[in-house]
Antibody, heavy 118, light 108 residues
Framework: QLQLQESGPGLVKPPETLSLTCTVS??????????WVWIRQPPGKGLEWIGN???????NYNPSLKSRVTISVHTSENQFSLKLRSVTAADTAVYYC??????????WGQGTLVTVSS | DIQMTQSPSSLSASIGDRVTITCQAS??????LNWYQQKPGKAPKLLIY???NLETGVPSRFSGSGSGTDFTFTISSLQPEDIATYYC??????????FGQGTKVEVK
C-alpha cells in the first residue's frame, strides 16, 4: 500500500527558504503516469495547489508561486522535495504531499505544519 | 487560469437530509472534476473522480454529476460521520490545478 510522509522544519524565519521532503513507501516514485504533488492549507483556510513533478523531472507550478518554488525528484531515495524561497507569514500552512493518479490525488501524506515567524 | 466557484460556503442539515453542493468552473473543463472530503486535522480524502465516479470504498450515498462548467455533489442521506468540509478540484489544465473554496457541512 502506497504511503507518503512529509518531513522538514516546523519553523522557518522570514525571508529564509522553506524546505520539505516527501518520502514515498510501498511503491516506486518512478512509476509511469503518476505525478507527485505539493498542496498547502493555511490555518482555517482552503486548499492551494503548489505544483507537481513527474518522475523524469518535468514540473508544473502554481503561477502565483512560480517565482519562489522549486520541486525536485530524487528517484534513488524514492523522495521528492519542495523549496519555497523568501517566505513570509502568509506562507504559514499545513503542507501536504500526494500522488496524482489520473486527475485525482490519492493517497495524501498526513501533512506537516510549517510556521513562518522570526 | 480556471476559477472554481463552490457554493454554499457552509450549510447546516439534519441527519438523514439530502445535501447538495455545487461547483462552477470559469470555463469548460469537460468532466475533469474531483470531490474531496476533509475532516478536522486530517488530509483530504478523494470521494468522486471524473465528476461522477465513486472512489473505491466510498459509501454509495455520495454521488457527483455534471460536465462542462456546472457540477453537483450530493449526499443522499447525511450521516454523523459525514460532518466535514468538502472541496471540488479541477484538473482540465494539468499545468495548473484549482480547488473550490470549500463547503463546511454541519449538523442542524
Amino acid at each position: 500500500q502506497l504511503q507518503l510522509q512529509e518531513s522538514g522544519p516546523g519553523l522557518v524565519k522570514p525571508p529564509e527558504t522553506l524546505s520539505l521532503t516527501c518520502t514515498v513507501s510501498g511503491g516506486s516514485i518512478s512509476t509511469h503516469s503518476h505525478y507527485w504533488v505539493w498542496i498547502r492549507q493555511p490555518p482555517g483556510k482552503g486548499l492551494e495547489w503548489i505544483g507537481n513533478i513527474y518522475y523524469d523531472g518535468g514540473t508544473n507550478y502554481n503561477p502565483s508561486l512560480k517565482s519562489r518554488v522549486t520541486i525536485s525528484v530524487h528517484t534513488s531515495e524514492n523522495q521528492f522535495s519542495l523549496k519555497l524561497r523568501s517566505v513570509t507569514a502568509a506562507d504559514t500552512a499545513v503542507y501536504y504531499c500526494a500522488r496524482q493518479l489520473g486527475g485525482g490525488l490519492l493517497p495524501w501524506g498526513q501533512g506537516t505544519l510549517v510556521t513562518v515567524s522570526s | 487560469d480556471i476559477q472554481m466557484t463552490q457554493s454554499p460556503s457552509s450549510l447546516s442539515a439534519s441527519i438523514g437530509d439530502r445535501v447538495t453542493i455545487t461547483c462552477q468552473a470559469s470555463q469548460d473543463i469537460s468532466n475533469y472534476l474531483n470531490w474531496y472530503q476533509q475532516k478536522p486535522g486530517k488530509a483530504p480524502k478523494l470521494l468522486i473522480y471524473d465528476a461522477s465516479n465513486l472512489e473505491t470504498g466510498v459509501p454509495s450515498r455520495f454521488s457527483g454529476s455534471g460536465s462542462g462548467t456546472d457540477f453537483t455533489f450530493t449526499i443522499s442521506s447525511l450521516q454523523p460521520e459525514d460532518i466535514a468540509t468538502y472541496y471540488c478540484q479541477q484538473f482540465d489544465h494539468l499545468e495548473t490545478w484549482t480547488f473550490g473554496q470549500g463547503t463546511k457541512v454541519e449538523v442542524k
